[in-house]
């Protein structure tokens, strides 16, 4: 963008206070047709309305001295946090927002939480459901700050700061953060995803896709014997053991494999190794996993993490004494929210 010298050493002058006013004037004013003054004067004229109004203010802030762009990241915050409690100004604070995580602008975090646990924790209008969805969205894809980790750990504890169909976007994010924390959050996230499995709205492909996306298939065998289950995989007693019907149910991409000594999630041609060590500590789990109707045998050698088109044994035992109970009923292993 191609900002006159004089409108630069105007606007290098700005404070943070002024920015604030100047944004979110701005972003009243843009959707007026036509606008009753011209929004983000003086460099308004320069704005398309073909492109993303978001996207040019952050090639604006590039064009700012270092000092200004300070004063702008601020004023994004303190905007933020003027955004009023009413739908016509829902809007607004989406892009404010936007643009705060574009610009990584962390003095805006705080705000951004007073809103979720205010006025967004409560609202039940259209336009503010859309502006928590969002909200919970940007953050999610923020999760590099460590404030924001926190918060998101806060609301997957406590459900009633947000709506529920929220939490798998909550869920799949902290794990890639911290995928060590594997049990911790499917404790947290499991009261949601066992309710929704027994109303058979629960899809599984897609949200194993996200944790291996999110947390990749190694970390995931890495941690899987922190998991706390029921023993005998009594469905009506909450534990983690609704995370293993939907890893290894029909659905899933991922298969459970053991050849004799060791056991691994396998993709495809790729297998992870799932730490004996650990196992042997969660005997709850390993009785769960030798038990498991679909567990496949592997003609490889113990500890082999990578495997290239391994082959199955067809022939191999099975607990079926359990198999009832670990999978109770055939759509049961459909897992991940219907929107």
């Not at 983000?40 to 200004?68: H, K, M």
């Not at 969205?137 to 009633?160: D, H, R, S």
């Not at 929220?166 to 309710?195: Q, S, T, W």
């Not at 500590?281 to 030798?290: A, E, G, K, M």
């Amino acid at each position: 963008m191609q900002i006159p010298q004089p409108y630069l050493e105007k606007l290098n002058t700005m404070s943070a206070d002024d920015f604030a006013e100047w944004l979110l004037t701005g972003f009243r004013s843009w959707g007026g047709l036509p606008p009753q003054n011209t929004p983000f004067a003086p460099i308004g004229l320069l704005l398309s309305r073909n492109e993303d109004l978001g996207v040019q203010l952050a090639e604006f802030y590039e064009t700012l001295d270092a000092n200004a762009q300070s004063a702008f990241k601020l004023g994004i915050a303190l905007g933020i946090g003027r955004c009023r409690d009413n739908d016509e100004w829902q809007l607004v604070l989406r892009q404010m927002v936007w643009l705060a995580k574009s610009l990584k602008a962390s003095a805006a975090l705080q705000p951004i939480f007073l809103l979720l646990k205010g006025f967004l924790k409560s609202a039940d209008s259209p336009e503010a459901l859309r502006s928590r969805a969002f909200v919970i969205n940007t953050l999610a894809g923020w999760v590099g700050e460590p404030e924001v980790v926190i918060t998101l750990q806060e609301l997957l504890k406590a459900q009633n700061f947000f709506h529920k169909t929220d939490v798998p976007v909550i869920f799949l994010n902290l794990l890639k953060a911290h995928p060590e924390c594997l049990a911790e959050y499917v404790r947290h996230a499991g009261m949601y995803f066992v309710a929704l499995e027994k109303e058979q709205k629960l899809f599984a492909k897609p949200l194993v896709f996200g944790l291996i996306d999110k947390m990749g298939r190694d970390n995931l065998a890495r941690y899987l014997p922190d998991l706390r289950v029921d023993q005998y995989g009594d469905a009506d007693i909450l534990d983690d053991s609704w995370l293993l019907r939907m890893l290894f149910c029909s659905e899933s991409p991922l298969e459970l494999c053991t050849n004799g000594s060791d056991y691994y999630i396998r993709q495809g041609s790729f297998c992870s190794v799932i730490p004996n060590e650990s196992l042997e500590n969660n005997y709850s789990l390993l009785y769960q996993l030798s038990s498991c109707s679909l567990l496949s045998w592997l003609n490889i050698e113990p500890l082999s993490s990578t495997v290239t088109s391994p082959s199955e044994k067809p022939n191999y035992s099975v607990l079926d004494a359990i198999i009832d109970k670990l999978y109770p009923q055939e759509t049961a292993r459909n897992l991940l929210c219907q929107s």
